[in-house]
């Protein structure tokens, strides 16, 4: 597959920044740019070499959270070593998962959750 990074929006950017980090084990690979009304212009994150770009909410953008009481229109496919152990902290952290982690040949071990800021995580990693 070819990169496409994604840009995610969060209502919470610094609570974002923290899940991300405690619970997926997140690297901030570039320290946040903080506007001047406080909010989070920009940061980005990586696991396992997974990157993603993150901001506030800026409505003069046109740039929104997800609304969680509707289904997410896009999932975020991230690689990790460790399917198992990476969902056990996501559950640690109150997140339900939407399906448990399960061998899926020839895909490997998947596993599918929401987090706290509405996006929808497909975790994939080796059998």
């Not at 609570?15 to 405690?22: C, H, P, Q, R, S």
């Not at 740019?33 to 989070?40: H, T, W």
């Not at 399960?102 to 497909?122: K, L, N």
Request: net charge negative.
């Amino acid at each position: 597959m070819g990169e496409l990074t994604p840009y995610l929006c969060v209502a919470d950017a610094r609570g974002a920044i923290d899940w991300y980090v405690d619970v997926l084990g997140a690297e901030v690979v570039l320290d946040p740019i903080v506007m001047d009304d406080g909010r989070i212009g920009h940061v980005e994150l990586a696991v396992d070499g997974g990157r993603w770009m993150m901001s506030a909410e800026f409505g003069s953008a046109g740039v929104a959270a997800p609304d969680p009481s509707r289904g997410a229109a896009v999932s975020l496919h991230l690689e990790v070593a460790d399917v198992d152990t990476l969902c056990e902290r996501v559950v640690a952290a109150g997140v339900t998962l939407d399906r448990e982690p399960e061998d899926s040949p020839p895909a490997g071990r998947v596993a599918v959750f929401r987090d706290p800021f509405g996006h929808r995580w497909f975790l994939n990693g080796p059998l």
